[in-house]
């Protein structure tokens, strides 16, 4: 299964952000343990520089997204992508480029807490526990 984690899960570990810390953890385990790839796009790795540095420093965040690197991988955003995400109808311009280039790239799911936003994905959205409950519901 290849799965895309919305920046907003990516933030919610390097943020320690509650009450969602727990259900995005579970997905870092699951991708960790599981036959499960984890991509984030390489916007999501800007957007954490720029966001956890003022939160958390310099270091730490070059410290966690090397370790992110450890566990993820990274999808490119080329001119194809931006192309065609200027061109769809689209509420939030980061997740338009996170739901083509999912798409491009045949993800299976993205985990969002902003599904709203991906209405028009052609990737299904799940929520983090809606994918949890997925994933549990297999090992039955």
Known sequence: MRILLDTNIVMD???GREPHLA??????????NESIYGFVTATTITDIYYVA????GHQITIDFISNLLEIVDVIGIDKRIVFASLMSDFIDFEDT???VSSHLNRIDYIIT?????FIKSEAPTITPNEFLALLKKKKL
């Open 13 to 15: 570990i390097a943020l």
């Open 23 to 32: 259900d995005s953890a579970d997905i870092f385990r699951a991708i960790d």
């Open 53 to 56: 540095k003022r939160v958390r």
């Open 97 to 99: 480029i996170q739901s």
């Open 113 to 117: 807490r902003h599904q709203k936003n």
